[in-house]
């Protein structure tokens, strides 16, 4: 009984690796640890030296990402404003272009002029005697006042200058307009040429009478 119970417990000692193995290969899931505290410590170092400097790249790695943003950004906010300047440009070039440049002296005198009346020409009233050749509508009995009223006019304002008034010159120019109204009333009366000539003949003699 003894010799039995003797070989049992020898069998299990042989089985049984001891503390040392357990240390080295791990218990009982398998893995590696230390197998002296020395060692220990030193792995716990090196755990914590590799954990700072996974921290320091990461923080580096960030930093390095937020200057690339930063700097994108920069970029764009300059590229953006430059392509508001341009376009700003081009519509003021273009703004530009549709305003048309201010007249010269010589453009604005040409068109003072187009608005008056064409000068008589001396056969049409002599600058000397003050003599008014009518044309043939303003012949008509209906316009005897206006030509007497004018014709007397002239007369005086050529042979005696210092006799012109300005009461007579505004005589002159009412008997004009209402010259000019009786012409248009009858218009159907006259061909649209006599009635043309007739209408720029008076409009000339009140331009004229404007010139003393």
């Known amino acids: ?102 007249p010269t002296a010589e453009q604005l ?22 003599a008014i050749s009518w044309p043939v509508v303003l012949r008509d009995e209906p316009f005897d006042s206006y030509r007497e009223t004018a014709q007397k006019f002239f007369h005086e304002a050529v042979a005696n200058p210092q006799s012109f008034t300005y009461d007579a010159y505004n005589q002159v120019q009412q008997a004009g307009s209402e010259c000019l109204a009786l012409l248009k009333s009858r218009i159907k009366d006259y061909r649209p040429n006599d009635f043309i000539e007739a209408k720029k003949f008076v409009e000339g003699l009140n331009y004229a009478a404007q010139q003393l």
């Open 1 to 102: 009984m003894r010799s039995a119970t003797f070989f049992l417990l020898a069998a299990i000692l042989v089985a049984y690796p001891g503390p040392s193995s357990y240390a080295q290969y791990g218990w009982p899931y398998g893995g590696y640890y230390a197998s002296t505290a020395g060692e220990g410590y030193a792995m716990g170092m090196a755990s914590m030296v590799r954990s700072a400097g996974m921290a320091t790249l990461m923080t580096s790695e960030a930093a390095v990402n937020a200057q690339q943003a930063g700097s994108m950004y920069i970029d764009n906010t300059v590229k953006a404003t430059q392509a508001y300047i341009d376009r700003q440009a081009m519509l003021g070039s273009y703004q530009a272009s549709l305003r048309k440049p201010p």
């Open 109 to 130: 005198y040409r068109m003072s002029q187009m608005g008056l009346p064409k000068a008589l020409s001396a056969k049409q009233l002599d600058p000397v005697t003050g």
